[in-house]
């Protein structure tokens, strides 16, 4: 791979001309959406998980009537591995010493003939989904651009700059995290192979901001 090609590949430029005289063009993809991911890799537990919620866990319309759901004993470690995960985020993403607590978490189940609608997550600054069941033909999780495009352009291939959604698709003890106001859906299961995640928002944990640059705002610490 020549220079050049290094430097396209990263997204930093494109070579135009020829060797003797050519213009280097900067490209720099600005204000990206971070979507992280990170793998819980304790696949005994994982399994007890499986068998636990398909055996205990109580369901209304494919979700958990519990919307506290890593509170209980069963998903302590796995409740560990989250905010070990959020706080990664924080620190290595939004280089903040910022801390976020989890406010909800729920079990979703999709049947085959099930789907999530196109929907955000209100009132959450990070959301979550960890993927407790899943097949590599299951349907994907669909995020659409927070911003959208001016115009409709004919485009001959679709990038990070032209595409207007982002498909992901689940793998089983996976961890995904993504700002919570970015719209996404996942499309009807049509497969035999249930579909088990749980789902959990976040809220600012302690004091944000600060007094001199009037952006102050304490709130309540816990989990």
């Not at 010493?97 to 196109?118: C, F, M, P, Y």
């Not at 990070?126 to 485009?155: A, K, N, T, W």
Request: negative net charge; aromatic residues 12%; charged residues 25%.
């Amino acid at each position: 791979m020549t220079p050049i090609q290094k430097l396209d590949r990263l997204g930093l430029s494109r070579m135009k001309g020829n060797l003797s005289s050519y213009i280097m063009s900067i490209i720099t993809p600005i204000f990206a959406t971070p979507l992280y991911k990170e793998f819980w890799d304790d696949r005994d537990q994982l399994d007890e998980l499986r068998k636990y919620i398909e055996e205990d866990v109580e369901f209304d319309d494919g979700q958990s009537k519990s919307t506290d759901i890593i509170s209980e004993e069963k998903f302590f470690t796995l409740k560990k591995f989250f905010y070990r995960c959020l706080t990664d985020y924080l620190r290595n993403i939004y280089c903040t010493e910022n801390n976020l607590k989890i406010t909800q978490s729920w079990v979703n189940l999709s049947r085959k003939g099930d789907a999530h609608r196109i929907h955000h997550h209100p009132n959450s600054v990070i959301s979550g989904v960890f993927y407790v069941s899943s097949e590599e033909y299951s349907p994907p999780i669909q995020f659409y651009r927070p911003d959208i495009l001016p115009y409709q352009f004919d485009f001959n291939s679709l990038n990070e700059y032209t595409s207007d959604r982002f498909s992901h698709h689940p793998q089983m003890g996976a961890l995904l995290l993504f700002p919570s106001h970015v719209l996404h859906f996942v499309e009807q299961n049509n497969e035999e192979t249930d579909r088990v995640s749980i789902s959990f928002n976040t809220t600012l944990d302690g004091v944000c901001g600060n007094e001199r640059s009037l952006t102050l705002s304490s709130l309540s610490s816990g989990t």
